[in-house]
């Protein structure tokens, strides 16, 4: 009650010192996750709610009374529930949000995310399809790549290299499209639905190829669909998914693409006697994407970056079933993406304007230095501004550390490589089908961690669990006797699919998401198309047990990358709030896991190996996802 009457009387709740935003926002020591709503004399925050909804036109949408109290609510979840003139069903409501599954969303909600899935599945598909076709158009064009029989140098390196244009057409034009896309193509569904089009047109004209010259050709432009898809699919799930589950949403996008990897590993077994079919079976995800675009709704986020307030609470509406949930997301943007300008404003007096009038930033001071900004600006911004900088070196860490893993040697190249090991065009299909089941069956396991050990804790385990795995794969491979062989390989490649990692979607500001995504894509597939050109070369020179063993080096070293360059975000809920999760100096971070975490570990495992315990050490395991 103390707490209601002190909102009643118009008394500010902080009890500490308010930092100025710019400066949580690029140097932030503590590791403080602010709220400018808590800035705000309550009766003056109502009076700034009231005036949103009149200045963006909502009176018509949404009652005064009950957008104020979307407000409140955004303020002080706790308050708002403590409060007895809050109608019941509202505070159920809010109680439900709280506690619903995956499979309690919106009906809005299963369409995008199907949508997304969808996505990812056309994205694995088109994979494992290009791994399929590997095994027969190299000899259809007169290409000799076998490794064990009469390879030509010059013939492996063409192989490597139309499986690599894939990859090089994804991380130089398809990821880099994604912002002009977004802004000039109407938001992520336009996005969406241009990268649906070259994967249709490019898996498609493969079929048609008669030369390794167009075979080339095509396969850059499923490429271009790949790069596109994922700089914005992510991105769209982690804009209209609920703080309180995103993460397991975001893994979605893994485990469905694990997926498509089994079922165009599937149609690859079907379709075996024509690599021209086998191609074109990723039509099929493809023209299903092509529809549900249409059916789907816009993310929130953009809208609200847009300005176009009506249509995102409309949005926000359908996605969480309820006006005051609606109204309670919608203004809660708004304020954190004012506070956000400080980072990318020309303007010297942003800061202190912000800083002064805290959470009353209903001047549109967003939108309008947004307007300022362009492509270019926006892309220099990723190395110019400090938070931005770190996001930065964590996305490339993160997404280094996926192809330093070596499991997508697998994703890529499984049905080429394992053949070149001796193992029969079928049984070399057939394990890469496992591998694709593998991987969708263990992705899930992700969902159940995810959201409270983070996305940093489950990285960093996957990576320590590939270390074994690769050697023992690679062992597996000098087993003389195929059954044997084929069972340990099995075995292997099972536990590889657990590798998880989710993160660059969520990392970014508002204003640069889209360039700040295309950055992290970028990395991925070119180091993916790097490891499509130079795999089966070093298969040729250093055979496969050496090149798993130098796989399992580079995934120690990934290790040891993120473990001491990318921060965790277990505990923070939107991702307006992961801005100063990244205002957090490297040094500092790096300070704490070398001097605070790595002794913590030093005396739990040296407790452990004793048999002693100390009731000290547990509180510290989320030293491990450090947040601040």
């Not at 943007?333 to 303007?347: D, G, P, Y």
């Not at 501004?385 to 550390?401: H, K, L, P």
């Not at 996926?402 to 394992?418: C, E, K, R, T």
């Not at 591998?435 to 990285?459: C, E, Q, V």
């Amino acid at each position: 009650m103390a707490a209601i009457q002190r909102q009643i009387s118009g008394q500010a709740p902080p009890e500490r010192k308010q930092e100025p935003f710019r400066e949580l926002l690029q140097n932030n020591e503590l590791g403080i996750i602010d709220s400018p709503l808590q800035w705000t004399d309550p009766n003056v925050q109502d009076e700034n709610v009231r005036r949103t909804r009149r200045e963006y036109n909502l009176s018509d949408m949404i009652s005064e009374d009950l957008f104020v109290r979307g407000g409140r609510l955004a303020r002080d979840e706790e308050l708002f529930l403590s409060n007895p003139d809050v109608p019941q069903f509202e505070k159920d409501c809010v109680i439900q949000d709280k506690t619903s599954t995956v499979w309690q969303q919106s009906k809005e909600m299963k369409i995008i995310l199907l949508t997304c899935c969808v996505s990812a599945i056309a994205q694995g598909w088109d994979q494992a399809s290009l791994t399929g076709a590997n095994l027969k158009w190299p000899s259809e064009m007169n290409l000799h790549v076998d490794v064990t029989k009469d390879a030509r140098t010059k013939d492996v390196w063409i192989f490597g290299g139309v499986n690599a244009v894939t990859y090089f057409a994804a991380s130089s034009l398809g990821a880099w499209i994604s912002d002009p896309l977004n802004e000039y193509v109407y938001g992520r569904r336009g996005a969406l639905l241009v990268a649906g089009l070259f994967s249709f047109v490019g898996v498609v004209g493969c079929a048609f190829c008669h030369t390794w010259q167009t075979l080339f050709i095509c396969r850059a432009l499923v490429g271009v669909g790949m790069g596109s898809k994922a700089s914005v699919v992510p991105i769209f799930e982690s804009e209209v998914a609920p703080a309180r589950i995103r993460g397991r949403l975001l893994v979605s996008w893994q485990t469905f693409t694990a997926l498509g990897i089994f079922l165009g590993s599937a149609a690859n077994i079907i379709l075996r006697h024509s690599w021209r079919w086998q191609t074109a079976s990723g039509f099929i995800p493809a023209v299903t994407l092509l529809i549900l675009v249409f059916t789907c709704s816009e993310s929130p986020r953009w809208l609200i970056k847009k300005g176009n307030y009506r249509k995102a609470f409309q949005v926000l509406v359908r996605l969480r079933g309820s006006d005051l949930l609606a109204a309670r997301d919608l203004y809660y943007i708004h304020a954190q993406i004012q506070v956000e300008t400080s980072l990318f404003s020309k303007r010297s007096d942003i800061g202190h304007e912000l800083l002064e009038r805290g959470a009353e930033v209903d001047q549109d001071v967003f939108q309008s230095e947004f307007r300022k900004t362009n492509y270019p600006r926006r892309f220099l911004q990723l190395f110019t501004i400090s938070r931005n900088r770190r996001a930065a070196v964590a996305s490339f860490v993160v997404m280094a550390s996926q192809q330093m893993s070596g499991i997508n040697i697998f994703a890529f190249l499984a049905a080429s490589f394992l053949t070149d090991a001796n193992f029969s065009p079928m049984h070399s299909l057939w394990l890469s089908l496992g591998f694709g089941a593998s991987n969708f069956i263990f992705s899930p396991l992700a969902y159940w961690f995810i959201d409270t050990s983070g996305r940093r804790f489950l990285l960093l385990m996957s990576l320590f669990c590939c270390f074994p795995l690769l050697l023992a794969t690679g062992f597996s491979l000098k087993i003389e006797d195929e059954s044997a062989r084929i069972g340990a390989l099995e075995l292997y490649l099972s536990f590889t699919g657990m590798f998880a990692a989710s993160e660059n979607s969520e990392i970014w500001p508002l204003v640069i998401r889209e360039v700040g995504m295309s950055w992290a894509c970028f990395w991925n597939f070119l180091l993916a198309g790097v490891l499509a050109l130079t795999v089966p070369s070093l298969t040729y020179q250093i055979r496969h047990t050496a090149l798993l063993g130098l796989f399992a080096g580079l995934d120690a070293i990934a290790f040891i990358a993120v473990w001491l360059l990318v921060p965790g975000t277990a505990k923070v809920t939107t991702l307006e709030e992961m801005n100063y999760v990244f205002g957090v100096p490297t040094r500092r971070h790096v300070e704490y896991q070398t001097k605070e975490v790595l002794p913590w570990l030093r005396r739990r495992l040296k407790l452990t190996a004793i048999g002693s315990s100390d009731g000290d050490m547990t509180c510290h395991w989320s030293r491990i996802s450090w947040r601040c």
